[in-house]
């Protein structure tokens, strides 16, 4: 798969940021009871389907959760600084370096996969390979989990976590938009929840489960 042309920008930036992210507790799930919700019941469908990988799992938040309720799962980041954190705060958790656009993931492999926030940064030409390089990795009944901002257009940002200086682009998307490019990377619906603007983007959000036919 051809690699971001801003990859290497974009890495930087989180790099950059990574610190100030975990210091502002970004990403945490404590204050989140229905994002935690989408979580249990992604857990509790893939459990004992295979492994989990959580790509672009930041400091490893979600990807502890997930451990907690009795998923085997791991994390991978664009970020070094961010998969060091990770690494620091969960040392009995894996964690690797990797863009989602270089993953090799060997076919039927997962149990579930997730895409946390984490691929709103994606070129949106990028955006369905990466979904059918998901969807390829799962075994049957296995699940992919997206998380993402909702709107129209790109937003291209200058300042990040604790007024820092970054360049990336949010690029955002419909649900509608994002359930199709499921659909054609060969899923099928599960269960979306839609959540009304809120810190700290201020712009909606919304969570798709999508699942390879048994």
């Known amino acids: 798969m051809p690699q971001p042309a801003d990859l290497e920008t974009v890495r930087e930036s989180y790099d950059r940021v990574a610190d100030a992210y975990v210091e502002l507790a970004v990403g945490r799930l404590e204050t989140e ?49 961010m998969v060091e954190h990770a690494r620091k705060q969960y040392p009995d958790l894996r964690f690797s370096v990797a863009s989602a656009t270089e993953l090799d993931l060997a076919p039927a492999s997962l149990g579930g996969v997730l895409g946390w926030w984490s691929l709103f940064n994606l070129p949106r030409e990028a955006l369905p390979g990466v979904l059918r390089t998901f969807a390829e990795a799962l075994v049957p009944g296995g699940q ?17 976590y604790g007024g820092l200086p970054v360049s990336w682009t949010t690029h955002l ?6 359930a199709g490019m499921l659909a054609d990377a060969g899923l099928e619906p599960v269960a979306e929840l839609r959540l009304p603007p809120q810190p700290p983007s201020l712009r909606p959000q919304v969570v798709l489960t999508a699942r390879r036919p048994a």
């Open 33 to 81: 009871p229905w994002l935690r919700a989408m979580l249990a019941g992604f857990a509790e469908s893939v459990r004992g389907l295979g492994p989990v990988l959580d790509v672009g799992c930041g400091p490893g938040h979600v990807t502890a959760h997930l451990t907690e309720l009795g998923l085997d799962a791991s994390g991978v980041d664009l970020s070094p600084r």
């Open 144 to 160: 992919a989990l997206i998380g993402t901002h909702v709107g129209d257009g790109d937003i291209h940002r200058t300042e990040g």
């Open 173 to 178: 998307y419909h649900p509608d938009e994002l």
